[in-house]
C-alpha cells in the first residue's frame, strides 16, 4: 500500500471508504494554486458508502452528478450544495462500487464550504485525478499525533435509521 513519504497513489484510494476514512486524517491535502503549493494537514473526513447508505447521493444510482462516484477510487466528486458551497469529496473503492469521502476539516480552515473557498476548489476539479493532478493531491508525512476518533455524520437525518448514526465521521483529536 502506497503509505509511504509523499504523494499518495492511487492504490491507497481502491481500499474500501471506511479504510481510507480511518487513515486519511493526519495525512496532508496539497493545493498548488499560481505557483503556490499549500499544506493543509486532514482533521475531518466523512464516509459515505454506496447505492445502500441511504445518505448516500449514489442511493438513487448513477446520474450525471454522481457518475464519477461510480469510477475507481483517488478521483474527486465536487457538487454544490444549497446553490453556494462545493464540497469536496474524495472517490474510493474499485470501479462500479460508489464510495466517497467528505473532507470537513483541514488544520488552518474548518467547514467543508469554507475549506473549498479558501482552496479555490470548483466543478472544474470534479473528476480530478489526485495521482496524476498537478494542482490537488494528498500527501503523507509520516504518522500524526493524536488519535483517530468516530461520531456520527451530519446533516442527513433524512437518510432515518440506521444511517444518520452511522459513527461515519472520522476526526484527529490533537
Known amino acids: 500500500m502506497s503509505l509511504i513519504k509523499g504523494r499518495l497513489k492511487r492504490d491507497f484510494f ?17 493545493r498548488e494554486n499560481r505557483g503556490r503549493v499549500e499544506r493543509y494537514m486532514i482533521l475531518e473526513v466523512e464516509a459515505y458508502r454506496g447505492e445502500e447508505d441511504q445518505a448516500c447521493h449514489a442511493r438513487r444510482g448513477p446520474t450525471p452528478r ?15 450544495i444549497y446553490g ?3 464540497m469536496l469529496n474524495i472517490v474510493t473503492g474499485e470501479e ?6 467528505l473532507i470537513r476539516g483541514l ?21 480530478e485525478d ?15 499525533t493524536g ?13 432515518g435509521e440506521p444511517w ?8 484527529l483529536e490533537q
Open 14 to 30: 481502491l481500499q474500501d471508504v471506511l479504510e481510507v476514512a480511518r487513515q486519511l486524517p493526519g495525512r496532508y491535502l496539497v
Open 66 to 80: 454522481t457518475k464519477v462516484m461510480y469510477r475507481s477510487g483517488g478521483l474527486l466528486y465536487i457538487y454544490l
Open 84 to 86: 453556494i458551497h462545493w
Open 96 to 101: 462500479h462500487h460508489p464510495q466517497a469521502l
Open 107 to 127: 488544520d488552518k480552515v474548518r467547514g467543508p464550504g469554507r475549506l473549498t473557498r479558501a482552496l479555490g476548489i470548483d466543478d472544474s476539479f470534479n473528476g
Open 130 to 144: 489526485l495521482g496524476l493532478s498537478e494542482r490537488i493531491w494528498v500527501e503523507d508525512h509520516g504518522a500524526a
Open 147 to 159: 488519535r483517530i476518533i468516530t461520531r456520527p455524520r451530519e446533516g442527513i437525518d433524512y437518510a
Open 164 to 171: 444518520k448514526d452511522k459513527p461515519w465521521r472520522f476526526i
